[in-house]
């Protein structure tokens, strides 16, 4: 269906924009734990959901099989680092958390192009 595949499109570009969203909100101060553990959490099901869309044709799986990989290696850098920097405030390694940030963006869009080249 058509509005199956714009509302997995729209999910995966408000996914997207919600990071960047938390990064601007960030930059203010460093972020508190409660950052790493919003990240966790909001990504949770989203790789399940990955998976189910995947099964149910939403998604191309050449393309989102590897995005979910990739964002969950992204969203897993930039929690470590954030839960790191609060706790102890030492970092893994320079720009973690933004790279661990950016490439999340960019897996949610290439979960978006997965769901536009959905059958």
Excluded: Q
Excluded at 32 to 54: D, K, Q, R, S, T
Excluded at 87 to 110: K, Q
């Amino acid at each position: 269906m058509i509005a199956d595949r714009i509302l997995a499109v729209l999910g995966c570009l408000f996914g997207a924009a919600g990071i960047v969203l938390m990064a601007l909100a960030a930059h203010g101060r460093w972020p508190e734990i409660n950052y790493a553990a919003v990240m966790v959490l909001a990504h949770a099901p989203v790789l399940l959901g990955v998976a189910a869309a995947i099964r149910l044709g939403l998604l191309r799986d050449f393309v989102a099989r590897p995005a979910a990989f990739v964002l969950a290696g992204a969203v897993a850098l930039f929690s470590a680092d954030v839960a790191l920097h609060a706790i102890t405030e030492g970092h893994l390694f320079p720009m973690a958390a933004p790279t661990g940030g950016t490439v999340s963006i960019l897996a949610w869009l290439m979960l978006a192009v997965s769901a536009a080249m959905a059958r």
